[in-house]
């Protein structure tokens, strides 16, 4: 018996084949849109990072505030209660030197990539961001930072609107 499968099965294409290039080869280019639906939380975190204010959620039940904000406690198994509008300094959590970018070629000069607690948030969380202004060798672990905006006609509703984070004096909080 014979079944449709078989009938179409594929054939493999040998060295010699390919050598003489004896395949059908087909060169296009794709154009790759897609949308991604941010959520409740990270759209209104998002839409104030472009009026440059920084907002988490707060839980009543266990006191903290959530940054980057989400809807529900996941300690309480609750939906968390309200918005809460934060400054924009904060704290290195950790940091990371990179001598190479996204694509791993090698950068002339490295960035600091560091995950900045926000001041009056929870701590042992918060958002990943780079650190300009200093030298990674003066990045430190509990360095107090504070955000360096984009222009307000440069914003656009992204953590990008922040260009990074800068060393901060206890004065500035
Ligand atoms: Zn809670």
Request: net charge positive; proline share 5%.
């Amino acid at each position: 018996m014979s079944s449709r499968i078989s009938t179409y099965r594929g054939v493999e294409i040998s060295s010699e084949e390919m050598k003489a290039g004896r395949y059908l080869l087909t060169d296009y280019e794709t154009e790759l849109r897609y949308s991604w639906s941010s959520g409740v939380a990270i759209g209104r975190f998002l839409a104030g990072l472009k009026k440059a204010e920084v907002w988490g959620r707060r839980c009543d039940r266990c006191k903290r505030v959530l940054v980057p904000p989400r809807m529900y406690c996941e300690l309480c198994f609750r939906p968390n209660d309200h918005w809460v509008r934060l400054g924009d300094t904060g704290r290195v959590n950790t940091y990371s030197v990179s001598h190479v970018n996204a694509d791993a070629s090698r950068r002339e000069e490295p960035i600091v990539v560091a995950v900045i607690e926000i001041d009056r948030a929870s701590p042992g969380m918060g958002i990943l961001h780079l650190i300009g202004e200093a030298s990674p060798d003066h990045v430190r672990i509990g360095m107090p930072v504070k955000a360096v905006w984009r222009d307000a006609d440069e914003r656009t509703g992204a953590i990008t609107d922040i260009r990074y984070f800068r060393p901060s004096s206890h004065g500035e909080r």
